[in-house]
């Protein structure tokens, strides 16, 4: 699929839409809600919590046109996973070495620039696994920055030890797109106050997605 769709920009989106219909193979109902004001907005960088590898199977309901993602640089390595990965025409960066990192980032702006692109971070950087929000990292919000487009935050509802593989059903997932975050006007200096609201809106609206769930 890869390779028949190599000039599209819309192979992350196409990926995305087959994988979601496994979570029902993991006896998983995912609910997704998408913000009308993140449809109105043509380019942006879309920041989502990070808990497990079930993310691939819940996340993809809601994966806009146009989008790639943003990993690191030794995911090309994991066989089939992350060759595929790479054919989809994603971006890796390389996160131990930060030199390196900010380079990356200045590339992927650009390439924001002249494709049109809008990208998909992880801002924890890693699967949190329970421990609840991990500290996020900068690279999202200066690439949202530099670039001139808004953020758009992506929750998913609480998923660390919901799913047993040895049962059909393994209960009810929201994933909701919220209102997009305008970055126009800001510079670095905004950065850590940036970083500091996205992470309280997206740790509110997780405690609300999994409060709503409890009331089904």
Known sequence: MSLFLALSKDRVYYIAKAFAP???????????????????????????????NYDLFTFSHVVPHSTVTVGKSTLKWIPFFGWL?????????HRNDRSKAIATIAQIVEQMRDTGLSIWMFPEGTRSRGRGFLPFKRGAFHAAIQSGVPIIPVVCSSTHHQVKLNRLNNGRVKVEVMDPIYTKGMTEKDIPELVAHCEALMKAKQTELDEALNLL
């Open 22 to 52: 496994v979570a029902k193979l993991f006896g998983l109902r995912v609910y997704k809600h998408v913000s009308y004001k993140a449809y109105d907005v043509p380019q942006a960088v879309y920041i989502a919590n990070h808990q497990n």
């Open 85 to 93: 990965y790479w054919a989809t025409g994603n971006f890796l960066i």
